[in-house]
């Protein structure tokens, strides 16, 4: 209905979820569960879940919840057992902590956050976290976007794919590029770009600064050296046969990506270097 409606009791629903028109009020006494192989419609700013809601199976999902007429979906996919349950809600505040961050994040928000519970087994999910207006939910740059999870100390950052638009009032949605690591608490989360880089320091050639050169040291193969900006522009590119040193151009400061590549298999396929000028 139109004024919306609570649940009295746990529900459950083994087919569709319609959502049409009105609110549906759930608690912790009061949850809704839908059982492997239902559906639901995506919901609405006047009708969706306002509270927490129970997905069980390894279906891919999107639980149409929000608060107080916020609608804010949030979305799991890659699930390989069926009896795995994730119990979701949103909340339009920011969680206890947001300053406590890890290595490559620089914030994450504090406007709004999700829960996300996972229960019957350990399987690990993609995420996906969804705006309907960017300029409400504080994204303002989806280059920089991550899908955060909370750890139980820091907030860790997952490298994730925007789509949508970050900009005005503009809807949009990250997702998780792999499963996961943690639950619990998820938001959104702005990285310096070092998440989900590899960095090379033993077995593969290493790359050093000296100065305003770059060394290239243990290299046996031909390769090519490129290190990159923080936007992915090249500033260097140097074929590379061996050990060498590379004079750099004058640069600003910021963090940079020293990228060799080699020609042939007998190095690995790229080998990254992430270097704070």
């Not at 492997?36 to 891919?60: C, E, F, I, L, Y």
């Amino acid at each position: 209905t139109g004024g919306g409606a609570s649940l009295s009791g746990p529900s459950t629903v083994a087919g569709p979820l319609t959502l049409d028109n009105g609110l549906l009020h759930t608690g912790s006494n009061d949850l809704l569960t839908l059982l492997h192989g239902s559906s639901s419609t995506t919901g609405s700013a006047t009708s969706h879940v306002d509270g927490p809601m129970r997905k069980v199976g390894n279906d891919a999902f999107v639980f149409p919840v929000g608060k107080a007429g916020q609608w804010r979906r949030i979305g799991i996919s890659s699930i390989n057992d069926q009896d795995t349950e994730f119990t979701a809600e949103f909340f339009d505040s920011p969680y206890t902590n947001t300053t406590s961050i890890g290595p490559g994040l620089v914030s994450v928000n504090a406007i709004e956050h999700w829960s996300l519970a996972r229960a019957g087994t350990a399987d690990d999910a993609r995420v996906e976290l969804f705006w309907e207006d960017a300029a409400a939910s504080g994204i303002t740059d989806c280059a920089t976007l991550v899908v955060s999870a909370w750890d139980g100390t820091s907030w860790q950052g997952a490298l994730s794919t925007p789509s949508g638009s970050c900009t005005g009032n503009d809807p949009g949605a990250l997702i998780s590029n792999n499963a996961v690591e943690y639950y619990d608490v998820l938001t959104f989360g702005s990285n310096d770009g070092t998440i989900g880089v590899d960095e090379i320091v033993s077995t593969a050639p290493s790359i050093s600064f000296n100065g305003n050169a770059i060394q290239v040291r243990g290299n046996t193969a031909q390769a090519d050296l490129t290190l990159l900006d923080a936007s992915g522009k090249a500033v260097l590119s140097e074929p590379v046969t061996g050990d060498g040193s590379f004079s750099l151009p004058t640069l600003p400061s910021g963090w940079y990506s020293a990228v060799l590549a080699p020609r042939s298999g007998h190095l690995p396929a790229r080998t990254f270097i992430v270097v704070l000028w």
